[in-house]
């Protein structure tokens, strides 16, 4: 619903504002008298739509970005009860994480990226953050060791992009 509301409600709102506000100002400042009433609602719709078509473009470039922005790392946990001898992973909010998702973390260091673990999104905590669990991991370090010191933190980041390989790692293991 929120997807709907941003990418359709939005933009007619602000188009129906511009197209009465145009309608307003032209009315009051211009004399039209001469004009036919086909060519005056011909330059509403042409004036309406170019707005309206910017407006969508400017709503899906938003959501592009926005749908591409890496997951951080807010906090990592040792699990207790349900998740105990795991530990979690909670990352800040990001508009394209949903339960139940599979996540890469990557470790970017010197414009180079190294798969770490497969995580899973389990639940959110009651602020909204998503918060995972490890599935895999994609290393021979010690994972729970590595990513319990917050100085690696910053230079961790989710990815919905799962190469086959890592996958394949997880089938053989």
Do not use: C
């Amino acid at each position: 619903m929120a997807f709907l509301k941003e990418t359709i409600v939005t933009p007619i709102s602000i188009v129906w504002l511009v197209l009465t506000g145009g309608a307003s100002l032209v009315a009051i400042f211009a004399d039209l008298g001469e004009i036919d009433i086909i060519v005056k609602s011909l330059g509403v719709v042409s004036v309406s739509a170019t707005v309206a078509f910017m407006t969508l473009l400017y709503q899906s470039y938003n959501h592009y970005q926005q749908s591409r922005s890496p997951a951080t790392i807010r906090k990592v946990i040792e699990g207790t009860h349900y998740y105990s001898g795991n530990l979690v992973l909670i990352f800040d909010k990001s508009p394209w994480i949903s339960i139940g998702q599979v996540l890469v973390l990557v470790q970017e260091t010197e414009d180079v990226q190294l798969p770490i673990a497969l995580v899973s999104i389990e639940t959110t905590t009651t602020e909204g953050f998503p918060q995972a669990v490890i599935l895999n991991p994609l290393s021979s370090e010690d994972i729970t060791k590595y990513l319990s010191d917050p100085s690696r933190w910053k230079s961790i980041i989710g990815l919905p992009d799962i190469k086959h390989k890592y996958i394949a790692g997880v089938e053989n293991a």
